[in-house]
């Protein structure tokens, strides 16, 4: 039987609260499947899917055949899943604009960073994008 390789598993979450939180739940589920494999995972959260990295924007979000979206982030923080928020989106789209403060603080456990940073961990294993 082949040695099982663990490999870095990029989600990249663009799309934000417009599908009432379908992409996101989709993503989470795809980065706890990568971590349930052995896999390291990662939710690359940008664009407007930015929003997901901010306390208490999924309150309340519940997408039919998947558990409470709230949840679904905190089991895959909790399992060593990594949130990256995209370190522009973090000073612009999600704040109001560059220079102002965001009034919602960020997920504790998210780290801020820039797509450099996404694609060296991209290079080392595989992608999917929501």
């Not at 306390?55 to 409470?68: E, H, L, R, T, Y």
């Amino acid at each position: 039987m082949a040695e099982s390789k663990s490999r870095n598993v990029v989600v990249t979450l663009k799309v934000g609260k417009s599908d009432n939180g379908k992409n996101a739940a989709l993503a989470f589920s795809c980065g706890l499947s990568a971590l349930a494999m052995g896999h390291r995972s990662v939710v690359f959260l940008t664009g407007d899917g930015a929003v997901w990295g901010y306390k208490g924007s999924a309150d309340g979000i519940a997408v039919q055949g998947f558990p409470p979206l709230a949840d679904m982030i905190e089991d895959y923080i909790a399992s060593e899943g990594r949130v990256i928020l995209c370190s522009v989106c973090h000073r612009t789209c999600s704040t109001g604009g560059p220079g102002q403060r965001s009034a919602t603080e960020k997920l504790e456990s998210a780290e801020i960073a820039g797509f450099a940073t996404i694609l060296e961990l991209a290079a080392d294993g595989i992608t999917m994008s929501f």
